[in-house]
């Protein structure tokens, strides 16, 4: 049993804002992220990093495509939330908390792979970071 079989509608609501707040606020961390690939990883990619950042670049685009499907079905149950609201019954009410435990869950789990994603990535843009800099030093010292 999950908090939304029992929270007043109006509180769901406010959850589900929250949630496109949380969905604005990724975008953009994305971008910055896919930003930082382009600009830094790539071209320091050498054989042995190669492999980790394929696999990272493919999993900012599934990010992405997430996000944009979980955006969608936010703004979907806040229709349904308005349907909700101008004909209220049982049957309309008990579907709407279904679906918004199954966004629960469906966050819960993007927010999972979100931070593992982007725990590697800011792991390797350190490396190349660093390696980066050495590469400048020993230019300027030869």
């Given at each position: 049993m999950g908090y939304w079989?029992?929270?007043p509608v109006e509180e769901l609501h406010r959850r589900s804002q929250f949630w496109l707040s949380e969905t604005a606020f990724w975008k953009e961390e994305l971008k910055f992220m896919r930003k930082l690939v382009r600009n830094h990883l790539l071209y320091f990619m050498d054989e042995e990093r190669h492999p980790e950042t394929t696999r990272l670049t493919q999993g900012l685009l599934s990010l992405k495509n997430d996000l944009r499907t979980i955006e969608?079905?936010?703004r979907e149950h806040e229709s349904h939330l308005k349907t909700l609201l101008l004909a209220r019954t049982e049957r309309k009410e008990k579907a709407f908390r279904r679906e918004h435990g199954s966004l629960e869950h469906l966050i819960g789990q993007f927010t999972e792979d979100y931070k593992t994603t982007k725990k590697k990535l800011f792991r390797e843009?350190?490396?190349v970071l660093k390696e980066e800099k050495v590469q400048r030093l020993i230019?300027?010292?030869g």
């Open positions: 079989e029992y929270t969608d079905n936010i843009a350190d490396a230019s300027l010292a």
